[in-house]
């Protein structure tokens, strides 16, 4: 005869779908990858032309497989303003 147990645990495995009898460690998150912190610190205060410049460098790292708020963030700072 069965240990009440054996019996319970038996009982709730068979009660379960065949998809969540996988094993516990299937289900373990995976780790977040790297995120890289690209700053910017200009000493005036921003203007179309360095706005341009900016906005080629994010253009080119998204060509490089970088997606920004994913594996990379962009903090521009200035000293005025």
């Not at 977040?32 to 000493?43: C, D, N, P, Q």
């Not at 179309?48 to 990379?72: C, K, S």
Request: proline share 6%; hydrophobic share 40%.
């Amino acid at each position: 005869m069965k240990s009440r147990r054996r019996f319970i645990t038996d009982f709730v495995i068979a009660l379960m779908p065949l998809g969540a009898t996988a094993s516990a460690q299937e289900y373990k998150a995976q780790p977040a990858g790297k995120v890289y912190r690209i700053g910017s610190l200009e000493f005036r205060v921003p203007d179309p032309a360095h706005q341009a410049l900016w906005d080629a460098f994010r253009q080119r790292m998204r060509e490089l497989g970088y997606a920004e708020g994913q594996n990379v963030t962009f903090e521009p700072r200035w000293s005025r303003g």
